[in-house]
T-cell receptor
């Protein structure tokens, strides 16, 4: 069965630090990959997605992610985090009808 | 304003009662989905519907039921058979079902507490 694994459940960073959140999936076929973010009290919203082409995708608010097919990975990065990036981040994979989510990473950015 | 509305935001029910959560979208999307979010568990798919009058079970459908009589509405009933119903429920929609690169749009969620 398809699964998505996020390695870090809780991350605490100081403002201006660099961020990398790990995401690995287990599925041998064609997949489409997503990162969603849930800010406190807000809807889940799309940060970025990959479905073909350049494996380095850029999303909103300065986030980017790199699809490495050989490693089954889709890690999320941001060079310099801000306090407003405090949120929960979900990696998701879709190979057919619906999204399969990881368990999420809670990011706290301290001033 | 286009989007997905879920009501109510908070819902309390006594154990053994069925409860129906509302989900409405005015995005003209064909596909709709219900997920359950528990702390540390991520989101898990309960049911999805690719088109009106059709729906399929997701990974954790036991104890839940849905209907899709109208394109814009996809209500979820949490029955008394659901052993652990207290959770945050999220409804989502996408333009087409079965197209895996389509983005899903999410509603604000309903937090159900069973006492």
């Amino acid at each position: 069965a398809q699964s998505v694994s996020q390695h870090n459940h809780h991350v605490i960073l100081s403002e201006a630090a660099s961020l990398e959140l790990g995401c690995n999936y287990s599925y041998g076929g064609t997949v489409n990959l997503f990162w969603y973010v849930q800010y406190p009290g807000q809807h889940l919203q799309l940060l970025l997605k990959y479905f073909s082409g350049d494996p380095l995708v850029k999303g909103i608010k300065g986030f980017e992610a790199e699809f490495i097919k050989s490693k089954f990975s889709f890690n999320l990065r941001k060079p310099s985090v801000q306090w407003s990036d405090t949120a929960e981040y979900f990696c998701a994979v879709n190979s057919g009808y619906a999204l399969n989510f990881g368990k999420g990473t809670s990011l706290l950015v301290t001033p | 304003d286009g989007g997905i509305t879920q009501s109510p935001k908070y819902l309390f029910r006594k154990e053994g009662q069925n409860v129906t959560l509302s989900c409405e979208q005015n995005l003209n999307h064909d596909a709709m989905y219900w997920y359950r979010q528990d702390p540390g568990q991520g989101l898990r798919l309960i049911y999805y519907s690719q088109i009106v009058n059709d729906f399929q079970k997701g990974d954790i459908a036991e104890g839940y039921s849905v209907s899709r009589e109208k394109k814009e509405s996809f209500p979820l009933t949490v029955t008394s058979a659901q052993k652990n119903p207290t959770a945050f429920y999220l409804c989502a929609s996408s333009i087409e079902g079965g197209i895996s690169y389509n983005e899903q749009f999410f509603g604000p969620g309903t937090r159900l507490t069973v006492l």
